[in-house]
């Protein structure tokens, strides 16, 4: 896993909200055995009509946003507790996605592949919506060890909130397999009082 | 202060507690299928460890499999490739597997309690998000991504934020036509799909209390399209008489034990729920959905909202533009183009007796095919059994064999472009049942008139409940 430290980059804003895994990366694409090449295939429906072709107005295919920050609406991340939703947007470049809402599973998945999920106000969001929207070469700046996130030289900036445990885990680019596998002697002394019928 | 039957049972399984709040929770039961579980093996080997806890490990093929003449080869290359990858995986480190051709096959929600794997009281995890399913036995069930499956794999442990905890309490008595699908899509659509993201959730009341395990089974399911890591139902007698005699179900004297700790799994009185909400049951319609997720439902009388009746407007445009819908329509007479019958929410034995019981002697519509994908291989056989088989076919139904099917198309069951599809499962999506597929959610009763009205359809129209129009 990849460290994370300090962000800063331009956005890739996409304005819908309660955007489900199915659609970061439909069930079709779930067939390789590895962990790589999905990002060909993140938001394909959205991305490409039937013949393979880009369609030109989804925001992925637009030259006027890049970069490795996306920023969507409420709710990003519902549905299926699919990972290979979290691996398609690292694949394709992402190591940030803001939104003023996540759904739980996309959330752990997401800090568990080096992929910061901010969560941001409602009122925060918009302000980047709108920004990014006047000036697509706007800058988001996001400090993890400060937890806060800027929108580059203006006044806002927020807070945001992350467990002091996956924090560390994603400033050191640890996972929780090495910790719980330090952890071993103690899951062994609890199966030993534990029962099960 | 009392505790909440998911305190109750969560308490019993933390390792330890970690910084950041954190805690280690140790896991019963390990579920796994060929889709989310090759990069957690390849994790395995990679780090040169082997699995923790094997026996807690039980794997089935179900998301990818034909679900025609399964004894033959898989024809698709890549699934073939992934299921072919999963037996591979469990001959190499000693895995249980009820794979295709083995008489226990079948989607993993189903086959845990079929085989009575899945019991009260229990952790049960699976890189599934309707793992929820199972906590219709009093379980903590939920799905986790594929890095969770390899922490399973290498401690039987996760690391987890504890969740916090809802109660929905549904009184009263469901009117005939009504089903436990009905009641999941009727709280969802009030709640919405994100009400109860953070919350672990459990079912009470009257009318929940009167299922049957399988319908409670149907509840737990969809909980996670209201966004809940789960959803649980205290265990009873109800619960006890399913799991009796099954496969994995505790003999002698250790059933009796286990019947004793089992009765002591339910919420005390004075336990403080993060949330609670109630509702009443008679008021239930027989739903069905109009949009692209599963919070987009209405009763079937109902018309589709318009802009100023929803929070968000453009949500309510983009899905109805996709669905081919119009703000304010009835959706009662609209032509349906296909019926699905099945996946993990709807594809027991009672659900096809529900559909066999309604379309016995009659036929489907013409312009409707209709398709039945029983959960698992037992189902199947149950049904052939009881002659369900014979009544299906002759009413124009094909009897298909178990699997996800259609639930998510990734195999070759998908349905085409800008076509009806009236469904028994779970989600709704875009392109979830194929690229441009329209799909409506309901309950197996009405999914089955609908087959036999070629439109949609009030259920209660047709079991003796005079419905005005
Ligand atoms: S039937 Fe559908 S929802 Fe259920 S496990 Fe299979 S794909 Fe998932």
Same mark, same amino acid.
């Given at each position: 896993?990849?460290?994370?430290?300090?962000?800063?980059?331009?956005?890739?804003?996409?304005?819908?909200?309660?955007?489900?895994?199915?659609?970061?990366?439909?069930?079709?694409?779930?067939?390789?055995?590895?962990?790589?090449?999905?990002?060909?295939?993140?938001?394909?429906?959205?991305?490409?009509?039937?013949?393979?072709?880009?369609?030109?107005?989804?925001?992925?295919?637009?030259?006027?946003?890049?970069?490795?920050?996306?920023?969507?609406?409420?709710?990003?991340?519902?549905?299926?507790?699919?990972?290979?939703?979290?691996?398609?947007?690292?694949?394709?470049?992402?190591?940030?996605?803001?939104?003023?809402?996540?759904?739980?599973?996309?959330?752990?998945?997401?800090?568990?592949?080096?992929?910061?999920?901010?969560?941001?106000?409602?009122?925060?969001?918009?302000?980047?919506?709108?920004?990014?929207?006047?000036?697509?070469?706007?800058?988001?700046?996001?400090?993890?060890?400060?937890?806060?996130?800027?929108?580059?030289?203006?006044?806002?900036?927020?807070?945001?909130?992350?467990?002091?445990?996956?924090?560390?885990?994603?400033?050191?680019?640890?996972?929780?397999?090495?910790?719980?596998?330090?952890?071993?002697?103690?899951?062994?002394?609890?199966?030993?009082?534990?029962?099960?019928? | 202060?009392?505790?909440?039957?998911?305190?109750?049972?969560?308490? /019993?399984?933390?390792?330890?507690?970690?910084?950041?709040?954190?805690?280690?929770?140790?896991?019963? /039961?390990?579920?796994?299928? $060929?889709?989310?579980?090759?990069?957690?093996?390849?994790?395995?080997?990679?780090?040169?460890?082997?699995?923790?806890?094997?026996?807690?490990?039980?794997?089935?093929?179900?998301?990818?499999?034909?679900?025609?003449?399964?004894?033959?080869?898989?024809?698709?290359?890549?699934?073939?490739?992934?299921?072919?990858?999963?037996?591979?995986?469990?001959?190499?480190?000693?895995?249980?597997?009820?794979?295709?051709?083995?008489?226990?096959?079948?989607?993993?929600?189903?086959?845990?309690?079929?085989?009575?794997?899945?019991?009260?009281?229990?952790?049960?995890?699976?890189?599934?998000?309707?793992?929820?399913?199972?906590?219709?036995?009093?379980?903590?069930?939920?799905?986790?991504?594929?890095?969770?499956?390899?922490?399973?794999?290498?401690?039987?442990?996760?690391?987890?934020?504890?969740?916090?905890?809802?109660?929905?309490?549904?009184?009263?008595?469901?009117?005939?036509?009504?089903?436990?699908?009905?009641?999941?899509?009727?709280?969802?659509?009030?709640?919405?799909?994100?009400?109860?993201?953070?919350?672990?959730?459990?079912?009470?009341?009257?009318?929940?209390?009167?299922?049957?395990?399988?319908?409670?089974?149907?509840?737990?399911?969809?909980?996670?399209?209201?966004?809940? /890591?789960?959803?649980?139902?205290?265990?009873?007698?109800?619960?006890?008489?399913?799991?009796?005699?099954?496969?994995?179900?505790?003999?002698?004297?250790?059933?009796?034990?286990?019947?004793?700790?089992?009765?002591?799994?339910?919420?005390?009185?004075?336990?403080?729920?993060?949330?609670?909400?109630?509702?009443?049951?008679?008021?239930?319609?027989?739903?069905?959905?109009?949009?692209?997720?599963?919070?987009?439902?209405?009763?079937?009388?109902?018309?589709?909202?318009?802009?100023?009746?929803?929070?968000?407007?453009?949500?309510?445009?983009?899905?109805?533009?996709?669905?081919?819908?119009?703000?304010?329509?009835?959706?009662?007479?609209?032509?349906?183009?296909?019926?699905?019958?099945?996946?993990?929410?709807?594809? /027991?034995?009672?659900?096809?007796?529900?559909?066999?019981?309604?379309?016995?002697?009659?036929?489907?519509? $013409?312009?409707?095919?209709?398709?039945?994908?029983?959960?698992?291989?037992?189902?199947?056989?149950?049904?052939?059994?009881?002659?369900?088989?014979?009544?299906?076919?002759?009413?124009?139904?094909?009897?298909?064999?178990?699997?996800?099917?259609?639930?998510?198309?990734?195999?070759?069951?998908?349905?085409?472009?800008?076509?009806?599809?009236?469904?028994?499962?779970?989600?709704?999506?875009?392109?979830?049942?194929?690229?441009?597929?329209?799909?409506?959610?309901?309950?197996?009763?009405?999914?089955?008139?609908?087959?036999?009205?070629?439109?949609?359809?009030?259920?209660?129209?047709?079991?003796?409940? $005079?419905?005005?129009?």
């Amino acid at each position: 896993m990849e460290k994370f430290g300090i962000l800063e980059s331009t956005v890739v804003p996409i304005k819908v909200k309660d955007i489900d895994t199915d659609q970061i990366i439909p069930a079709r694409f779930l067939k390789a055995t590895s962990r790589e090449g999905f990002g060909e295939n993140l938001f394909r429906d959205w991305r490409f009509d039937e013949q393979g072709n880009p369609k030109p107005d989804f925001v992925l295919n637009s030259a006027r946003y890049s970069g490795s920050i996306l920023v969507a609406d409420e709710n990003f991340g519902c549905g299926s507790s699919r990972e290979h939703a979290a691996w398609a947007l690292v694949d394709y470049g992402f190591r940030a996605v803001v939104s003023s809402y996540f759904a739980d599973i996309f959330k752990g998945n997401a800090l568990n592949n080096g992929l910061l999920p901010v969560q941001v106000s409602p009122e925060f969001l918009k302000e980047i919506f709108k920004h990014t929207e006047e000036n697509p070469q706007q800058y988001l700046l996001i400090n993890l060890p400060d937890q806060t996130i800027s929108i580059s030289e203006t006044e806002f900036s927020e807070q945001f909130e992350i467990n002091s445990y996956k924090k560390m885990c994603m400033l050191n680019g640890y996972d929780d397999i090495d910790f719980l596998l330090s952890k071993k002697a103690d899951i062994e002394a609890f199966e030993k009082q534990h029962i099960e019928f | 202060m009392g505790k909440t039957l998911f305190e109750k049972v969560w308490n /019993r399984h933390v390792v330890s507690e970690v910084d950041g709040g954190q805690e280690i929770v140790y896991i019963d /039961r390990h579920f796994i299928h $060929e889709v989310t579980s090759p990069q957690a093996f390849d994790g395995i080997r990679n780090r040169g460890i082997g699995l923790f806890r094997k026996d807690r490990i039980v794997a089935t093929a179900d998301h990818n499999v034909p679900t025609k003449d399964q004894h033959l080869p898989i024809k698709d290359f890549l699934s073939k490739h992934q299921v072919d990858t999963l037996t591979r995986n469990c001959e190499e480190f000693g895995i249980d597997l009820y794979g295709l051709g083995h008489p226990f096959q079948g989607i993993v929600h189903v086959i845990g309690p079929e085989l009575g794997i899945t019991k009260p009281g229990m952790t049960i995890v699976c890189g599934d998000s309707h793992t929820s399913t199972h906590g219709a036995f009093g379980t903590i069930a939920f799905g986790i991504g594929t890095s969770q499956v390899e922490q399973v794999m290498a401690t039987q442990c996760l690391l987890l934020q504890r969740p916090k905890t809802m109660r929905i309490t549904i009184d009263g008595t469901l009117q005939k036509g009504v089903f436990s699908k009905d009641l999941i899509l009727y709280i969802i659509s009030k709640l919405g799909t994100a009400g109860g993201t953070r919350y672990f959730v459990e079912y009470a009341g009257s009318a929940i209390r009167s299922l049957s395990m399988e319908a409670r089974m149907t509840i737990c399911n969809m909980s996670i399209e209201m966004g809940a /890591r789960g959803g649980m139902i205290a265990p009873d007698e109800t619960t006890f008489d399913y799991i009796k005699g099954r496969k994995h179900a505790p003999k002698g004297e250790q059933w009796e034990k286990a019947v004793e700790y089992w009765s002591s799994l339910f919420s005390d009185e004075d336990a403080v729920f993060d949330a609670e909400f109630n509702f009443d049951a008679g008021e239930i319609e027989p739903m069905i959905t109009y949009g692209t997720n599963p919070g987009m439902g209405i009763g079937i009388t109902q018309k589709v909202p318009t802009s100023s009746q929803v929070a968000s407007p453009e949500s309510l445009k983009k899905s109805l533009e996709y669905m081919g819908l119009n703000e304010g329509e009835t959706l009662i007479g609209k032509s349906i183009d296909h019926v699905f019958i099945g996946s993990c929410t709807n594809s /027991r034995i009672e659900d096809l007796r529900i559909v066999a019981e309604f379309v016995k002697g009659k036929k489907k519509a $013409e312009n409707v095919t209709a398709m039945i994908v029983p959960g698992s291989k037992q189902v199947e056989e149950q049904a052939r059994k009881e002659g369900l088989h014979q009544i299906l076919e002759e009413a124009g139904f094909e009897l298909r064999e178990p699997g996800c099917s259609a639930c998510l198309g990734m195999n070759d069951d998908k349905i085409p472009k800008g076509e009806y599809c009236v469904s028994t499962s779970n989600r709704n999506f875009e392109g979830r049942q194929g690229p441009g597929a329209r799909t409506m959610l309901v309950s197996p009763l009405t999914a089955a008139v609908i087959a036999v009205e070629g439109k949609i359809s009030d259920a209660r129209n047709f079991v003796g409940v $005079e419905v005005p129009a």
